[in-house]
């Protein structure tokens, strides 16, 4: 299930938090800021494994994947089950539905 335009503009705290809870950790939403994740600046749209300054696994910059929602939303709910071997060990995903579509929306919300 997709977001509808409604809901990217509901994430507002709820997405923020939720992102800040699953992947600040690693990932910030800052262009170029990469940390122990590669900085997730206006990830919708861009290929996969390609963020500058960033030393990502094989099995990520191989991957042909170009970002969108659902590649988001699957990625996050099961990053081995979309790309093998992609790096994000420990993270094993977001098992909530919810949770993950907030994250999702806080990414494609403007200025991230």
Known sequence: MLLSAGSA???GVSGE????NSCR?????KDGDNRAGP???NIVGRKAGSAP????????KS???VWDEGKLLRFIEDPDALVSGNGMKPYTGV???EERKRIVAFL????K
């Open 17 to 20: 938090q939720a992102f800040n």
């Open 53 to 60: 300054n960033y030393r990502y696994s094989e099995a990520m």
């Open 9 to 11: 503009q509901d994430a």
């Open 39 to 41: 900085n997730l600046h």
């Open 63 to 65: 991957s042909d994947i």
């Open 108 to 111: 494609k919300s403007p200025g």
């Open 95 to 97: 098992r909530s539905e």
């Open 25 to 29: 950790t690693c990932h910030t939403v």
